[in-house]
């Protein structure tokens, strides 16, 4: 993150895919940055939306990130609500210490 931050300028445009609860976004908009936040999750999105409403540099859009525009069916994990994905292999990688027995629908524009 420190090597990110230290290569862009104020102003500069940062799309934080998979925002979370916005923990880096919140990071780059203290260097002056505009952010948009891509969270598929609707309660996550809620609390991106919560934290960051008196920012005027951070967006908040409720979506997802895929192949192409539709409906993908998102794993979530229940021993971790916040990790999600649209890709099966998270299973079976980093990720595989957690339940990934939660299912529910994400839009990608």
């Given at each position: 993150?420190?090597?990110?931050?230290?290569?862009?300028?104020?102003?500069?445009?940062?799309?934080?895919?998979?925002?979370?609860?916005?923990?880096?976004?919140?990071r780059?908009?203290?260097?002056?940055?505009?952010?948009?936040?891509?969270?598929?999750?609707?309660?996550?999105?809620?609390?991106?939306?919560?934290?960051?409403?008196s920012?005027e540099?951070?967006?908040?859009r409720?979506?997802?990130?895929?192949?192409?525009r539709?409906?993908?069916?998102?794993?979530?994990?229940?021993?971790?609500p916040?990790?999600?994905?649209?890709?099966?292999?998270?299973?079976?990688?980093?990720?595989?210490?957690?339940?990934?027995?939660?299912?529910?629908?994400?839009?990608?524009?």
């Open positions: 993150m420190h090597a990110i931050i230290k290569s862009l300028i104020p102003g500069d445009m940062i799309f934080d895919i998979g925002a979370n609860v916005g923990d880096k976004a919140a780059f908009a203290d260097q002056g940055m505009r952010i948009i936040c891509i969270e598929p999750q609707i309660e996550i999105a809620r609390i991106l939306r919560s934290r960051f409403e920012n540099n951070i967006v908040v409720q979506v997802g990130v895929g192949e192409k539709g409906r993908l069916e998102m794993r979530v994990s229940s021993t971790n916040v990790l999600s994905t649209f890709a099966d292999h998270w299973g079976s990688g980093r990720f595989s210490g957690h339940r990934w027995d939660c299912k529910r629908l994400g839009n990608t524009p």
